[in-house]
């Protein structure tokens, strides 16, 4: 201010506005002023990584990527799954049929869990070569080979849901394996199963486990992982420092970054190409009662399912707990046990060489499985047939359960937990072998609407002591517990007639049909016109063969329809046209029904499969036996032995001796020198399947009685007529007509007319002699001062025995009481005088090959059960030893 006069202010300049930041701009600065998520992603990005960005750190970043993309496409397939063992087959079918990309969804989530399992290992291999556990990390290394664990345990867990033969088997022998664990074995296995047996809580664990319970343990390993990584910081190459990096660092983003999509996306790109070109199968729907079907385990168990073949009896625990559980405490440990600072790998020869050998021995063992399945042409060939059968189902159309069997739908009852737990034990107990696979009846009466002529009470106590007629047509007391009783109760009362018949159908992959027979060819005219025959192709045969075997033909014709309990089947084409016997087989006539054959309710595709099977059977011509199935004059409802047993012992009882096998003499046609010999009789005793009921040498077994005083009761005569015309009683026991020739009757009643004679022979021409071959080898006759003692009282623990062996059906396939053996397998009179109680337990548990190729399980108990069923088989003696 001068002079009194104020200066006017100056104008201020125009300043220029910086521009307005974008909508995302400004929502990205509105959600970090709040989160801070900016500040949290930039010390991500910016983590130190000495030496730099390298190919060689990869697969951290790789093994996160896969496990998002299995969790979202386990999230995709648990959409659709149900997870009961009526339920869940057919859901994985529907996903894989019927769901857009259900199939390539499935496929990617199989292929991922083994992605997994290979960038894990790499991912291990690396840290350990590269010493980057040294250096406090050791909390890091404790951390990773945990979810190394868990990760294995997702695919042991996953690998059951589907529910198909070969998860079943492996869940099985895994939790099995988890009962050899000391102290704790038998409750783990237990906790796992949710009973002895696999079923719906087995299955219903098995998926919480793999949905919840593990994928929950990995985000918080994974999480924990991550921040004590950040904590430790990046080792570095293998030349640098763990304590004191002294290399030039690089930043994770955004070299890192780049090499690790680039690797993500390969990976990703591979199982995608996978998913869709080689898409996963599905096998057949799990059933404990089959025995054809021939298990293998994901290749990452491989290694383990052929260690577990070199150790056997009491050596197991060896096998699957000490070593095992060795080499992993040695993994844990090993941060502790290599404390030095040199990191490269030439420097540190002990550690390395012997992770080095345990992977070669890893990959070594692999490979002898394979190996070993090549070199045994019987498993080559079934594994080669279930790949194509597995490989034909895929492309085959959904068929779902419904509430009745309309257009070719597959019927099945909405069983809850605990019915289905009591199917589960209705089956792996051998009723289905007497009483139908629903039911329904066979040989054995009917169960439908059981539930209305018994209150579950009474039911309860028929099972646990059977009445006396029940005892005379072959049931025995079953030894279950309360809750297993309670579900089989549960089960039997569910059972009705419409429902039962529904369910009789089978789906394509099912293998759990009610026929235990192809069908018989009794009563139809010989000599029929095969024109029109159907057009043999190998898939055709092969899905019929398959067919065969899972409907459990093979258990009355024989394993290639060369005879057993049932007729043999070869030449069967040549006999009947297609369209006859399809005929046949949905509707057998009253001989093949009276000999127990079911009908059939199949789709028409798989009637003509099986159809183009049957017609494929080849071998000698069948004798007039290709008529009937001859069973015996026992008592009504007398049971058929199932297709396995607990104890089975040889493998001549691979398959019943064949009608085409026994190679019976020829006969002179009528008006001719009738065949007196024995030998001649006892070939066509044989060859008419008389010993899958009569036992060999007509000693009798639990199916029908002895004929060894049969010459006693009934005159040459009388026995022709019989042959002709079976009494009531005997046709209800399954006993049809025979329709030999003159000679051929003259040589069959001087056959049995010399049975019980010293003269006679103890066994019949053609069929294998009974005996222990437990452990590969026949059993020598017995001596005369073997069958001279003084019977021994048996042991409580013996007697107990006993009654497991009864109880689990073992009498079915070895006779009563072990003594006599049937035509399915040998008796087991004198094994205790070649092997000890301790080997046939430790034989049970581990099965020779033999064995296993001729149809034996392994065996259903465990603990002190095993030790009585051993000391049972062990003191079978002939003759059989007092009870106190």
């Known amino acids: 201010m001068t002079d009194g006069h104020q200066q006017p202010e100056p104008e201020p300049r125009s300043v220029a506005r910086e521009p307005r930041p974008g909508v995302l701009r400004r929502l990205w600065t509105w959600t970090d002023r709040r989160t801070g998520v900016d500040r949290v992603l930039r010390h991500s990005l910016d983590e130190p990584i000495p030496g730099g960005a390298r190919f060689a750190y990869v697969f951290g970043s790789a093994l996160l990527f896969i496990f998002v993309s299995q969790a979202v496409t386990g999230i995709c397939l648990a959409l659709y799954y149900v997870p009961s063992p009526i339920s869940a087959h057919v859901s994985v079918s529907y996903i894989v049929k019927d769901v857009a990309a259900g199939a390539f969804l499935r496929s990617l989530h199989s292929y991922g869990s083994s992605a997994m399992i290979i960038v894990l290992l790499l991912h291990m291999l690396q840290t350990f070569l590269y010493g980057s556990y040294k250096g406090k990390r050791e909390l890091l290394w404790l951390s990773g080979c945990t979810l190394a664990l868990l990760v294995l345990g997702m695919g042991f867990t996953g690998y059951l849901l589907p529910w198909d033969q070969s998860a079943y088997g492996a869940g099985s022998v895994g939790t099995d ?87 993500v996306l390969v990976v990703m790109g591979v199982l995608g190409m996978l998913a869709h070109f080689v898409p996963t199968t599905l096998g057949p729907v799990a059933d404990p009662a089959n025995t054809t079907y021939v298990p293998r385990p994901e290749w990452y168990f491989l290694p383990m399912f052929q260690w577990l073949k070199h150790w056997e009896g009491a050596r197991t625990v060896i ?175 569910s059972l009705g007639g419409a429902s039962t018949a529904a369910t009789a159908a089978a789906a394509p992959d099912s293998s759990a049909a009610s026929s235990p027979a192809t069908g018989t060819t009794a009563g139809a005219p010989p000599g029929a016109s095969v024109a029109g025959a159907v057009a043999s192709t190998p898939g055709a045969t092969a899905q019929g063969k398959s067919l065969f075997d899972s409907h459990r033909c093979s258990g009355c014709h024989g394993a290639t329809g060369g005879g057993g309990v049932g007729p043999a089947l070869t030449h069967i084409g040549s006999t009947f046209p297609p369209a006859k016997l399809t005929a046949l087989l949905k509707a057998p006539n009253a001989k093949m029904t009276a000999a127990g054959m079911t009908p059939l309710t199949l789709s028409a595709p798989q009637l003509k499969s099986l159809v183009t099977y049957l017609s494929s059977l080849g071998g000698a011509a069948s004798a007039p036996a290709a008529a009937s199935a001859v069973a015996a004059p026992a ?220 149809g034996m399980p392994p065996a259903g108990v465990r603990g002190n059960d095993l030790k009585a069923l051993a000391a049972y088989v062990s003191r079978i003696a002939d003759p059989q030893p007092s009870h106190p």
């Open 635 to 854: 008592a009504a409802a007398q049971p058929t032995p199932p297709p396995t047993s607990t104890v089975k012992t040889s493998a001549d009882s691979a398959h019943p001796p064949a009608a085409s096998q026994a190679k019976p003499t020829p006969v002179a046609a009528s008006g001719g020198a009738p065949p007196n010999s024995a030998g001649q009789g006892g070939a066509i005793f044989t060859s008419q399947g008389c010993t899958a009921c009569h036992g060999v040498g007509g000693v009798g077994t639990t199916r029908a009685p002895a004929l060894t005083a049969i010459s006693k009761t009934l005159s040459p005569a009388a026995m022709t007529h019989l042959f002709g015309h079976p009494t009531a009683q005997m046709r209800n026991g399954g006993m049809p007509p025979i329709h030999l020739s003159a000679t051929q009757l003259s040589a069959l009643v001087g056959y049995l007319q010399q049975l019980g004679t010293p003269a006679a022979a103890p066994t019949a021409v053609g069929t294998p002699a009974s005996g222990a071959a437990i452990a590969g080898a026949a059993r020598p006759a017995a001596s005369a001062s073997d069958t001279s003692t003084a019977p021994v009282p048996f042991t409580a623990l013996e007697s107990r025995g006993e009654t497991i062996f009864n109880a689990h059906g073992c009498a079915q396939c070895h006779g009563a009481k072990g003594v006599a053996g049937t035509v399915a397998a040998p008796a087991l009179a004198g094994i205790g005088r070649y092997f000890t109680p301790t080997v046939v337990a430790a034989v049970l548990l581990h099965l020779t090959e033999r064995m296993r190729a001729g």
């Open 177 to 263: 394996l988890m009962g050899q664990i000391p102290f704790i074995g038998e409750r783990l296995r237990l906790l796992l199963r949710g009973g002895n047996m696999m079923g719906a809580l087995t299955l219903s664990r098995f998926y919480v486990l793999h949905i919840l319970i593990i994928p929950v343990l990995i985000v918080a390993l994974i999480a924990t992982h991550v921040l004590l990584f950040r904590k430790a910081g990046a080792a570095g190459p293998m030349f640098e420092d763990p304590v004191r990096p002294r290399l030039p660092t690089g930043t994770f983003y955004p070299k890192q970054v780049l090499i690790d999509m680039g690797f």
């Open 319 to 493: 096998g699957v707990v000490i070593i095992p559980g060795t080499l992993i405490g040695l993994v844990f440990l090993l941060p502790f046990m290599d404390r030095g600072l040199e990191r490269r790998p030439w420097r540190r020869p002990i550690p390395v060489g012997g992770v080095f050998i345990v992977l070669l021995g890893l990959v070594w063992l692999g490979l002898s499985s394979h190996l070993a399945d090549a070199r045994d042409p019987a498993v080559a060939a079934q594994l080669a047939e279930q790949a194509t059968q597995e490989h034909a189902d895929l492309y085959t159309a959904f068929r779902p359960y419904s509430a009745s069997p309309v257009g070719g739908g597959v019927a099945s009852p909405a069983l809850d937990a605990t019915v289905a737990e009591g199917k589960g034990i209705f089956d792996s107990h051998g009723c289905s072998g007497c009483h139908g696979a629903n039911g329904g009846g066979a040989i054995g009466p009917s169960l439908t609407h059981i539930g209305g002529q018994f209150p579950p009470a009474a039911l309860t106590a028929l099972l646990k002591a059977p009445s006396a007629p029940m005892t005379a047509a072959g049931m025995v007391p079953l030894t279950l517990n309360k809750g297993e009783l309670a579900s089989l109760v549960s089960y039997l009362t």
